[in-house]
């Protein structure tokens, strides 16, 4: 094994270590507005233990904009995907609800692939700004790998 091989993978171990500690506030479970609208104090318990909050009015707000089937439908908090060049994003959509929800917010309409809506960072501001806490960030390993520079054949980086 090359001493690049054995750096690439030490460095993509100790990569995923730390996506383990950014991700570890992200839910286990996520749950459907109409169970969250029922509860008291609405929040979905995360990786680490803690406790993710959901504000009332956010829920409301969403309650409002879909029937009561698609609240059986729309799990929350929609998980936000950071794409590694950071001029698009992607909401992991699982269904329709959530495009309704979104193209509702943006005005415009959204068209999913392989169950993600593909959204600019313009866009995102505006989605976090009505839902700051039905929306959480999710950081991938992909976003890493797409930042690390490949290696040619002689060891270099094929950047540089």
Known sequence: MS??????????????????????????????????????????????????????????????MVSAGEQEKLLLPMLIEMEADQAEVAVICVGEVEKKVLSRILDMPLASRGGKLRIYRPQLALIRRELRTATQYVFSSSVIERNIPAQNASGRSAAG
């Not at 270590?17 to 509860?39: A, D, H, I, M, W």
């Open 3 to 64: 001493q690049d091989s054995v750096y690439e993978k030490v460095l993509q171990t100790c990569l995923a270590g730390e996506l383990r500690v950014v991700n570890s506030g992200l839910p286990r479970r996520r749950k459907p507005l109409s169970v969250l609208l029922q509860e008291k104090y609405p929040c979905v318990e995360c990786n680490d233990g803690s406790s993710y909050l959901f504000k009332k009015k956010e829920l409301a707000y969403l309650a409002g």
